[in-house]
Protein backbone atom coordinates (compact mmCIF):
# COMPACT_ATOMS: atom_id res chain seq x y z
CA UNK A 1 0.00 0.00 0.00
CA UNK A 2 1.33 3.25 -0.72
CA UNK A 3 1.50 5.68 1.60
CA UNK A 4 3.75 8.50 3.48
CA UNK A 5 4.90 8.97 6.86
CA UNK A 6 6.15 11.97 8.31
CA UNK A 7 8.27 13.21 10.86
CA UNK A 8 10.25 15.68 12.70
CA UNK A 9 7.80 18.13 14.40
CA UNK A 10 7.57 19.24 17.70
CA UNK A 11 7.56 22.44 20.74
CA UNK A 12 10.33 24.93 19.85
CA UNK A 13 10.41 28.47 20.76
CA UNK A 14 9.76 31.60 18.32
CA UNK A 15 13.11 31.63 16.11
CA UNK A 16 13.72 28.34 16.21
CA UNK A 17 14.06 25.36 13.51
CA UNK A 18 12.75 22.15 12.79
CA UNK A 19 13.14 19.75 9.75
CA UNK A 20 10.45 17.61 8.69
CA UNK A 21 10.49 14.07 7.05
CA UNK A 22 8.31 12.57 5.12
CA UNK A 23 8.93 9.28 3.62
CA UNK A 24 7.60 7.23 1.11
CA UNK A 25 6.78 3.80 0.89
CA UNK A 26 5.46 1.36 -1.58
CA UNK A 27 6.34 4.01 -4.51
CA UNK A 28 8.49 5.71 -6.02
CA UNK A 29 8.50 10.03 -6.64
CA UNK A 30 9.23 9.71 -10.27
CA UNK A 31 6.57 11.66 -12.22
CA UNK A 32 5.11 13.53 -8.80
CA UNK A 33 4.43 16.48 -7.18
CA UNK A 34 4.92 16.65 -3.66
CA UNK A 35 3.66 19.37 -1.08
CA UNK A 36 3.61 20.53 2.72
CA UNK A 37 0.19 21.74 3.81
CA UNK A 38 -0.98 22.76 6.70
CA UNK A 39 -4.07 22.24 8.06
CA UNK A 40 -5.68 24.02 10.46
CA UNK A 41 -8.89 22.60 12.10
CA UNK A 42 -12.01 24.21 10.20
CA UNK A 43 -10.12 25.71 7.66
CA UNK A 44 -8.92 25.36 3.97
CA UNK A 45 -5.31 23.62 3.72
CA UNK A 46 -2.69 25.88 3.10
CA UNK A 47 -0.05 24.88 0.89
CA UNK A 48 3.09 26.07 2.38
CA UNK A 49 5.74 24.76 -0.37
CA UNK A 50 5.70 22.00 -3.07
CA UNK A 51 8.13 20.56 -5.11
CA UNK A 52 7.56 19.09 -8.75
CA UNK A 53 9.93 15.83 -9.53
CA UNK A 54 9.68 16.44 -13.17
CA UNK A 55 11.24 19.52 -13.86
CA UNK A 56 12.84 20.39 -9.76
CA UNK A 57 10.22 23.34 -9.50
CA UNK A 58 10.15 24.81 -6.09
CA UNK A 59 7.25 26.73 -4.79
CA UNK A 60 6.52 28.57 -1.95
CA UNK A 61 3.73 30.14 0.03
CA UNK A 62 4.45 34.52 1.13
CA UNK A 63 4.24 33.56 4.62
CA UNK A 64 7.06 31.11 4.46
CA UNK A 65 9.43 32.41 1.40
CA UNK A 66 13.18 32.78 3.02
CA UNK A 67 12.60 30.87 6.13
CA UNK A 68 11.96 27.44 4.70
CA UNK A 69 13.59 24.87 1.99
CA UNK A 70 12.27 22.07 0.78
CA UNK A 71 13.79 19.36 -0.88
CA UNK A 72 14.41 15.97 -2.28
CA UNK A 73 16.36 12.95 -1.68
CA UNK A 74 15.06 10.72 -4.69
CA UNK A 75 17.72 7.89 -3.45
CA UNK A 76 15.97 7.51 0.10
CA UNK A 77 12.57 8.50 -1.49
CA UNK A 78 11.99 11.33 0.72
CA UNK A 79 11.05 15.03 0.60
CA UNK A 80 12.08 17.15 3.33
CA UNK A 81 10.49 20.54 4.63
CA UNK A 82 13.45 22.53 6.49
CA UNK A 83 11.81 25.03 8.86
CA UNK A 84 13.82 28.05 10.11
CA UNK A 85 13.20 31.56 11.87
CA UNK A 86 9.71 29.71 13.06
CA UNK A 87 6.87 32.42 14.18
CA UNK A 88 3.77 31.07 16.11
CA UNK A 89 1.43 31.70 12.88
CA UNK A 90 3.53 28.57 11.58
CA UNK A 91 1.71 26.59 13.81
CA UNK A 92 -0.16 23.88 12.73
CA UNK A 93 -0.49 20.52 11.79
CA UNK A 94 1.83 19.31 8.85
CA UNK A 95 1.08 16.68 6.25
CA UNK A 96 2.41 15.69 2.66
CA UNK A 97 0.88 14.89 0.14
CA UNK A 98 1.79 13.44 -3.68
CA UNK A 99 -0.33 13.68 -6.99
CA UNK A 100 1.35 12.98 -10.49
CA UNK A 101 2.49 15.01 -13.22
CA UNK A 102 1.57 18.37 -11.62
CA UNK A 103 3.62 21.26 -11.05
CA UNK A 104 4.46 22.61 -8.17
CA UNK A 105 2.36 25.92 -8.19
CA UNK A 106 -1.10 23.55 -8.82
CA UNK A 107 0.12 20.85 -5.89
CA UNK A 108 -0.18 23.74 -3.58
CA UNK A 109 -2.90 25.38 -4.73
CA UNK A 110 -5.36 22.51 -4.53
CA UNK A 111 -7.59 22.65 -1.64
CA UNK A 112 -9.11 19.20 -1.51
CA UNK A 113 -6.65 16.62 -0.17
CA UNK A 114 -8.76 14.04 -2.03
CA UNK A 115 -7.51 15.34 -5.53
CA UNK A 116 -4.32 14.03 -4.80
CA UNK A 117 -2.97 10.90 -5.08
CA UNK A 118 -1.63 9.85 -1.71
CA UNK A 119 -0.89 11.60 1.33
CA UNK A 120 0.21 11.07 5.09
CA UNK A 121 -1.60 11.44 8.66
CA UNK A 122 0.95 14.42 9.75
CA UNK A 123 2.45 15.53 12.29
CA UNK A 124 2.23 19.01 14.59
CA UNK A 125 4.27 21.44 15.01
CA UNK A 126 4.06 24.27 17.87
CA UNK A 127 6.25 27.32 18.04
CA UNK A 128 5.70 28.58 21.53
CA UNK A 129 7.57 30.64 23.69
Known amino acids: QAHFVEFGGGLVQPGGSLRLSCAAS????????IGWFRQDPGKEREGVSC????????YYSDSVKGRFAISIDNAKNTVYLQMNSLKPEDTGHYYCSAAVLRSAETMCSIKSRELDDVWGQGTQVTVSS
Open 51 to 58: ISNNDGDI
Open 26 to 33: GFTLDLYA
